[in-house]
């Protein structure tokens, strides 16, 4: 049974950090990229940041230069460091796993809630 468990996630300040982790299990994670995604109220998901098998990372627009994905095959489990935020930033953030390269998402994680106060 494959697992994907979001933490990490809260209420901060305008300007704040926060660091979302993501454990898997139940796969192979060393051959999974993975990803994360946001969802805010009324706006469709959106990827955030994603990290290949190798390490190349990609992000969006709106997050480049304040968040950075990372991942650790010896735990199971990848991260999401995020820095100087934003009210605009506050979504459920879920993250992905998907087999290789392949373009879609094979396995979510239930999500996390993160609020960024103004």
């Known amino acids: 049974q494959v697992q994907l468990v979001e933490s990490g996630g809260g209420l901060v300040q305008a300007g704040g950090s926060l660091r979302l982790s993501c454990a898997a299990s139940?796969?192979?994670?060393?051959?999974?990229?993975m990803d994360w995604y946001r969802q805010a109220p009324g706006k469709q998901r959106e990827l955030v940041a994603a990290?290949?098998?190798?390490?190349?990372?990609n992000y969006g627009d709106s997050v480049k230069g304040r968040f950075t994905i990372s991942r650790d095959n010896a735990k199971n489990t990848v991260y999401l460091q995020m820095n100087s935020l934003k009210p605009e930033d506050t979504a459920v953030y879920y993250c992905?796993?998907?087999?290789?390269?392949?373009?879609?998402?094979?396995?979510w994680g239930q999500g996390t809630q993160v609020t960024v106060s103004s």
């Open positions: 139940g796969i192979i994670f060393s051959i999974y990229s």
């Open positions: 990290i290949t098998t190798g390490g190349r990372t």
């Open positions: 992905g796993a998907r087999r290789g390269l392949r373009p879609s998402v094979d396995y």
